[in-house]
């Protein structure tokens, strides 16, 4: 059974830092793009970040770029998002989803998900 679980939530205060983590199981995702996305209440889900299977390419939303990094270990089948400058507006709930062999910002290029990790950011 293929299983991607996030970790590394939590509450922060605005200009703050939080690592998430996602680990995969029952399958390798060395091949595929993996991704972050995250819904706010009341929102539609949007994407945060993308990495290629290889890690040599990125891509992130206008909103986080700069502030976030994206990174995989496919040894480990784990994919991180580092959280730097972290404004209210950040708050949502996170997920991880492994994706095709192409990078892609949009949510129907992904096929599996985890159940998400909640990232509140006080101000």
């Known amino acids: 059974q293929v299983q991607l679980v996030e970790s590394g939530g939590g509450l922060v205060q605005a200009g703050g830092s939080l690592r998430l983590s996602c680990a995969a199981s029952g399958r390798t995702f060395s091949n595929n793009a993996m991704g972050w996305f995250r819904q706010a209440p009341g929102k539609e889900r949007e994407f945060v970040s993308a990495i290629s299977w290889n890690g040599g390419s990125t891509h992130y939303a206008d909103s986080v770029k700069g502030r976030f990094t994206i990174s995989r270990d496919n040894f480990k089948n784990t994919v991180h998002l580092q959280m730097n400058s972290l404004k209210p507006e950040d708050t949502a709930v996170y997920y991880c989803?492994?994706?095709?062999?192409?990078?892609?910002?949009?949510?129907?290029?992904?096929?599996?998900w985890g159940q998400g990790t909640q990232v509140t950011v006080s101000s």
């Open positions: 989803a492994a994706g095709r062999w192409y990078l892609s910002s949009a949510w129907s290029a992904y096929d599996y």
